[in-house]
């Protein structure tokens, strides 16, 4: 079974940035392609990013895009997220996913294995 564990949380104040990593279990990390999702209180799921097994392709929520980087290190299994002018809206728990596919998606369901997700808080 894979494991996904996700660290590099905390509070940042707003405009600033932060890295979140996601380690992976396994050897067939580099066949996965990955994703990051967050979580609001009383919002659902959203999707944040995405990026293929080979990091040749990513997406990008239209709310994060020119501010977050999603890159990925098949040596090392695991998955980044570069946070960068960090605002308010962006609070929520930061999960990383797995799919046993190459390509990327925005939908969750298309994702098989989850992190337990880090808190990302942001102040204004």
């Known amino acids: 079974q894979v494991q996904l564990v996700e660290s590099g949380g905390g509070l940042v104040q707003a405009g600033g940035s932060l890295r979140l990593s996601c380690a992976a279990s396994?050897?067939?990390?580099?066949?996965?392609?990955m994703g990051w999702f967050r979580q609001a209180p009383m919002k659902e799921r959203a999707f944040v990013a995405a990026?293929?097994?080979?990091?040749?392709?990513?997406t990008y929520a239209d709310s994060v895009k020119g501010r977050f980087t999603i890159s990925r290190d098949n040596a090392k299994n695991t998955l980044y997220l570069q946070m960068n002018n960090l605002k308010p809206e962006d609070t929520a728990v930061y999960v990383c996913?797995?799919?046993?596919?190459?390509?990327?998606?925005?939908?969750?369901?298309?994702?098989?294995?989850w992190g337990q997700g880090t808190q990302v808080t942001i102040s204004s």
């Open positions: 990026i293929s097994w080979n990091g040749g392709s990513t």
């Open positions: 396994g050897r067939t990390f580099s066949s996965y392609a």
């Open positions: 996913a797995a799919r046993t596919e190459p390509w990327s998606s925005w939908h969750p369901g298309d994702y098989d294995y």
